[in-house]
């Protein structure tokens, strides 16, 4: 079985930020923050994002792994 492809990876981070554009739209901070379901959701979106963006990252460096930056 062959992994998937940096485009496909990259489709899945601009659909996460898609889902939470659209889940967040025209809502203050107080009012998302007050909306378990809103807040969830946006949450589970950002689980999708983080590691297909770490794959997209770990294969751009050929399979290293990319020069850590402590924030």
């Known amino acids: 079985m062959t992994g998937r492809s940096i485009s496909e990876f990259l489709q ?16 203050d901070f107080e009012t998302f923050q007050a909306n378990r379901e809103k807040l969830l959701a ?5 689980e999708i994002l983080l590691p297909s963006r770490q794959k997209i990252t770990y294969r751009r460096f050929g399979g290293q792994c990319p020069p850590y930056k402590d924030w």
């Open 12 to 27: 899945d981070t601009l659909d996460a930020i898609t889902d939470i554009e659209t889940f967040t739209d025209g809502i």
């Open 42 to 46: 946006v949450v589970k979106s950002i």
